[in-house]
């Protein structure tokens, strides 16, 4: 098999170092060097023609682009424009797949050009920020092998689609794959009968094999007891008081039961949970009451939908459904699929489910769309009801945040029934060790990345955003700018 090629750019001297490792790491690996072909300019040998050239040919016969970028923009053309830039819109140009990683230390000694640079790449796909060249190479590692499973290289059976669960169809409910069957019929003309063998219908949908393993799927779809095999598969709920994750919680639920039960039971936690309109009867209907709830019930199903169906079921993580004051947040460990960006996610995309053998049966009991139009759907649902639009955020895990109205936010009779609960204290924030030494590392460098935070605090990025997250809320900290060219700036108290 001809090797993948795979072109690291880039021509400067920042990370001469970290394309050497690449260059060795990956041809000496045991799995990607059957596979890949690194390129590097340094082993271009003497020739007559221009560098331009050389570099540019490469990135065409190249399979892969793999972007390092930094601090430096590198030597610039006539057109003002540097060989990396030049690499970026051929690769881009000709549909090249394009991994890209950014250096988050010293950012605010960045070149302006190669800010720009970054925040073009930002708006096109994924990028990963690396601050060593350890962590460089496990998350290189990390994408090429997601290429070879993406592109079907190499096949390991995904999750929804394993039998190692040690289940038996005594495990399955009949009840509810019947009862499946006649609202799938109903909604989307599902094509078998509530009358037809439960194996036939299982075999249908693919969730049983000829031995009559059951497939993981089958158990998250129909089990009696989901949970007795895949013990994250439940769906924590929490309601907070305030703005900000703090106890006491008025509300706390842990749901468990098949993957359509997890759905019902998290929205009906939040529908009953945030404010009510309701109207006065119309006269002479003495049966129904107009009722206006404060989030739309669709937007919120289908957010909860997307978090259950689309999570990573390997991961011991739960989905988490938290309602704060201003907002809902939903949680999901996982990662979007593939070339698939957050920014994407707003407009026309294609639909690429994690567990696609969960997604179908969600689809034909009328659950989720086939076509990738359930985030559109989250926004103009919001919008078209006077919220703010949601937001969406790829980082450890995947979160949609829909907010919640700003009357809402602002109730006087629930902020003077626990004035305690709702309001922290930036005093006693501020003297928390970790916070204390964040607000002296961002005094001594307002422009420093939350990567580097997280490293010099020791924390993970997750446990470093929480902090900043605190801290925005309290009014202690503010950011201006954006991720790359931005400043944190403190508010003194």
């Not at 605010?108 to 190479?137: N, Q």
């Not at 649902?381 to 945040?401: I, M, S, T, W």
């Amino acid at each position: 098999m001809e090797r993948i090629r795979i072109f690291i750019s880039s021509v400067q001297s920042e990370f001469a170092e970290e394309r050497a490792m690449l260059c060795h790491y990956i041809r000496t690996d045991a799995l990607l060097g059957k596979f890949f072909e690194p390129f590097i300019f340094e082993e271009v040998p003497a020739n007559e023609y221009p560098v331009d050239h050389v570099y540019l040919k490469e990135v065409e016969a190249s399979d892969i682009y793999l972007g390092l970028y930094g601090n430096q923009y590198g030597y610039e053309d006539e057109e003002g424009v540097s060989p990396t830039e030049r690499e970026y819109d051929v690769a881009k140009l000709l549909h090249k797949s394009r991994l890209i990683y950014i250096k988050g230390i010293d950012e605010d000694k960045r070149h302006p050009k190669e800010t720009a640079l970054i925040t073009k790449v930002e708006r096109d796909i994924v990028r990963k920020t690396f601050v060593d060249i350890d962590g460089l190479r496990t998350s290189v590692y990390a994408s090429l092998i997601r290429y070879l499973e993406e592109k079907e290289f190499i096949r390991f059976r995904p999750f929804d689609a394993s039998f190692d669960n040690g289940a038996t169809m005594a495990d399955l409910d009949e009840d509810k794959i019947r009862s499946f069957v006649q609202v799938a019929r109903s909604k989307r003309n599902f094509p078998l009968t509530v009358d037809t063998p439960i194996k036939e219908l299982l075999v249908h949908l693919d969730l049983i094999d000829e031995n009559e393993k059951i497939t993981n799927a089958a158990i998250l779809l129909f089990g009696k007891k989901p949970q007795k095999y895949f013990i994250p598969s439940e769906v924590k709920c929490v309601q907070f008081y305030g703005d900000v994750v703090r106890k006491p919680m008025p509300a706390y639920q842990i749901y468990r039961g098949d993957v359509f039960e997890l759905v019902d039971q998290a929205t009906d936690f939040v529908m009953s949970r945030v404010d009510n309109w309701v109207g006065t009867r119309d006269k002479g209907d003495t049966a129904s009451v107009p009722t206006h709830p404060e989030l739309p019930i669709d937007a919120v199903k289908e957010a909860i939908v997307n978090a259950v169906c689309h999570r990573d079921y390997t991961s011991n993580a739960s989905v988490q459904v938290m309602l704060f004051r201003n907002r809902l947040e939903i949680w999901n460990p996982g990662q979007l699929p593939y070339g698939l960006t957050v920014q994407k996610l707003q407009g026309p995309h294609k639909s690429l489910p994690t567990n696609p053998l969960i997604a179908d049966p969600m689809y034909w009991k009328g659950y989720i769309e086939k076509v990738g139009t359930g985030t559109e759907d989250i926004i103009e649902k919001c919008r078209n009801y006077g919220l703010k639009a949601p937001e969406f955020y790829q980082e450890e895990d995947f979160r949609v945040v829909i907010w919640r109205r700003k009357d809402a936010q602002s109730d006087p009779e629930v902020i003077q029934s626990d004035p305690e609960v709702i309001q922290s204290d930036p005093e006693v924030i501020q003297s928390d060790p970790e916070v204390i030494k964040l607000i002296e590392l961002i005094k001594a460098n307002p422009s420093i990345s939350r990567a580097e935070l997280a490293r010099k605090l020791g924390l993970s990025e997750r446990q470093t955003r929480k902090i900043i997250d605190k801290l925005r809320t309290e009014g202690i900290l503010l950011r201006q700018g954006g991720d790359y060219n931005g400043k944190w700036i403190i508010i003194e108290k």
